[in-house]
């Protein structure tokens, strides 16, 4: 052996013992940070039981109390009927007034009822969809029906174009409804005077788009991006003064996205919003027969 290969060699001793050390601290560290990431886990995997648990005690809750409000909801509601229809004797223009205020302050509040009920199934895991083959026309006749008291006693028309030249349905119609029915009780709360206008159009070849358009006060745009969230109200005097749980179009879009679509609406203050829910012609797989 050299002089010359001595130094090297020793060199290359100490360089490799530093990398053995350097090694060895870097192990370490690798250690205690996996260490810490399995403790972040652990803990994080308690969180997400908890918020289960906490989400699972909301929804129990919310059925337990939508049921138990039905029954006596109901007995007002059958009670100011017999007053009403006078069974027990004649009331005052007054008194019909008064008994009038109770039948709808009870309605809205079954409506609110209602909304709460399918939010906890929604959240729950336990609505389920029941597709069948309908005609919009049907649809839109039982619609016109259910809003037909209201308008009566309104200053706004309700028009319903005729879906002429539209091949029939298979989604689930009582679901598409709802969503219509929302849009349409909005429309008709938000607008004091002019016209609420249903329609639908073939968007695509196989998608459909139902649209409720008004000449309300419109939505201003900061209201926008939160309109369809849980609780969400438009700030308005007539909010105001109309009640709501806000949680009637987070409920659309929640019903939209099980019947594979999605909903949006275009909005301008003092002009009117539309409001509209695209669907597909036939929900997942459709039946080899339609009759």
């Keep these: ?30 250690e205690e940070t996996n260490q ?26 919310l059925s337990y109390m939508s049921h138990e409000f039905r029954t006596p909801l109901g007995s007002i509601l059958s009670i100011t009927r017999l007053l009403a229809d006078e069974l027990d004797g004649p009331l005052s223009p007054e008194q019909h007034k008064q008994v009038q205020f109770i039948s709808t302050a009870t309605r809205e509040l079954g409506d609110m009822v209602d909304d709460l009920l399918d939010l906890a199934k929604i959240e729950a895991g ?5 597709p069948a083959w309908f005609d919009m026309l049907d ?8 809003f037909r008291p209201i308008v009566d006693v309104t200053a706004v028309d309700l028009i319903f174009e005729e879906p002429e030249g539209l091949p ?30 249903v329609s639908v159009v073939l968007e695509t070849p196989d998608r459909v788009r139902f649209a409720v358009s008004d000449t309300g006060i419109g939505i201003a745009p ?31 879009k929640r ?9 949006g609406f275009q909005s301008e203050p003092g002009v009117g919003s539309t409001f509209y829910v695209l669907i597909p012609l036939a929900i997942a797989q459709e039946p080899a027969d339609e009759s």
């Design 139 to 146: 649809l839109f006749a039982a619609l016109r029906g259910m």
């Design 36 to 61: 810490g990431v399995l403790a972040l886990y652990a803990e994080l995997d308690n969180q997400a039981d908890e918020l289960r648990q906490a989400s699972d005690l909301k929804s129990r809750f």
């Design 1 to 30: 052996m050299t002089e010359s290969s001595l130094p090297a060699s020793s060199e290359q001793a100490t360089l490799i013992e530093r990398l053995r050390t350097e090694n060895g601290a870097l192990r370490e560290e690798l």
């Design 168 to 197: 029939r349905l298979y989604t689930d119609d009582k679901k598409l409804a709802q969503i219509l029915r929302n849009f349409i009780s909005n429309a008709l709360k938000f607008t004091s005077r002019g016209e609420v206008r």
């Design 126 to 130: 336990r609505i389920t969809i029941s």
């Design 255 to 263: 019903f939209a996205v099980l019947l594979g679509g999605e909903v």
């Design 222 to 252: 900061e209201l926008h991006g939160a309109l369809f969230e849980d609780f969400s109200q438009v700030d308005s005097p007539l909010q105001k003064r109309l009640r709501g749980t806000g949680l009637g179009l987070s409920l659309c």
